[in-house]
């Protein structure tokens, strides 16, 4: 049996983040990826230098494409762009019937570049969420879509209720950017119950596209039909190991190590 996974999302020339990171990390959990391109970024780890977006137009014939041969059996968005891409894949989503659908919903790069026009975010939670299996805001962007402000873990559960309002099924909320205590908690929120996955924070600056791959682990294990639990756990673990084991390459934030979930395990 080949699982096979499609990623709707930016080009990072530096590889880190984007569309390379979420092929790398399908291909490292044994999954054949397949990508739609949203834009292009000139990027490196100082920063983006660059965005170039497609034509919406664009992005759906490449949805179309793999759709209509190949098919896929966990569909996974990151970088969006615009209001008008948003509406554009929503459309081919449900046109081919994806329910395993994982949104992250990228909006500002590390530096601080945008990633998303500020007049999208409103077409996100309208045209998408709706449409999802899971969504991975940071706590940024989940600042973003429900208007709250969050600083504690109650904080936290209010907006993932929030989200889940808004019809997208499993709402995890991610902890790289609460700087507080010796640990990430990452919480997911089914509707019903919340459920908490913590791991050692690691003290680093190497932290390009951590989100962009932890989505990626989550759509590659959902494509293989693990649960959305059993999905969140083992991309937990993933990304730990790709920040652990750091490659320390280029001059700023430099990327994750993709294969160093397997090279743990092979040990
Ligand atoms: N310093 C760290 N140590 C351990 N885990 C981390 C660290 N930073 C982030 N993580 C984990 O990485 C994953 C991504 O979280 P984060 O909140 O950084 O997402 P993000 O901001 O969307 O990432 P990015 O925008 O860099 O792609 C989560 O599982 C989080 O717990
Ligand atoms: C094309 C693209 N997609 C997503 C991100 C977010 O990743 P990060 O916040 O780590 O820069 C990025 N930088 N570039």
Not at 25 to 42: D, K, R
Not at 123 to 148: C, D, F, S
Request: glycine share 10%; aromatic share 6%.
């Amino acid at each position: 049996m080949v699982y096979k996974a499609l990623t709707i999302a930016g080009s990072d020339s530096g590889g880190g983040a984007g569309i390379q990171a979420d092929l790398k990390t399908f291909q490292e959990l044994g999954v054949f990826g397949m990508s739609a391109l949203t834009a292009v970024t000139a990027q490196n780890t100082l920063g983006v230098q660059g965005v170039y977006p497609l034509s919406p137009e664009a992005v759906a014939k490449q949805i179309e494409s793999v759709a209509t041969d190949l098919g896929a059996d966990a569909v996974k968005t990151g970088m969006l762009f615009s209001a008008e891409i948003i509406e554009a894949v929503a459309a081919k989503v449900k046109q081919f019937g994806w329910t395993c659908l994982v949104v992250d919903p990228v909006m500002i790069a590390k530096g601080g570049a945008p990633l998303l026009q500020e007049e999208a975010v409103n077409a996100l939670k309208t045209y998408l969420l709706p449409l999802a299996m899971v969504v991975t805001p940071n706590i940024p962007e989940a600042e973003a879509l429900t208007g709250l402000t969050i600083r504690t873990m109650e904080d936290r559960k209010e907006a993932a209720k929030r989200l889940h309002e808004l019809g997208v099924k499993h709402v995890v909320i991610k902890g790289g950017h609460d700087d507080d205590g010796e640990e990430t908690v990452d919480v997911l929120y089914d509707g019903s119950e919340f459920f908490y996955f913590t791991s050692k924070r690691i003290d680093t600056k190497h932290t390009h596209g951590t989100g962009c791959t932890f989505a990626a682990a989550i759509t590659a294990e959902l494509a293989k039909g693990k649960t959305v639990q059993e999905a969140v756990q083992t991309a937990k673990s993933f990304i730990q190991a790709a920040i652990e084991h750091t490659l320390g390459i280029g001059h700023g934030h430099g990327p994750t190590n993709h294969w160093a979930y397997r090279e743990k395990a092979a040990r």
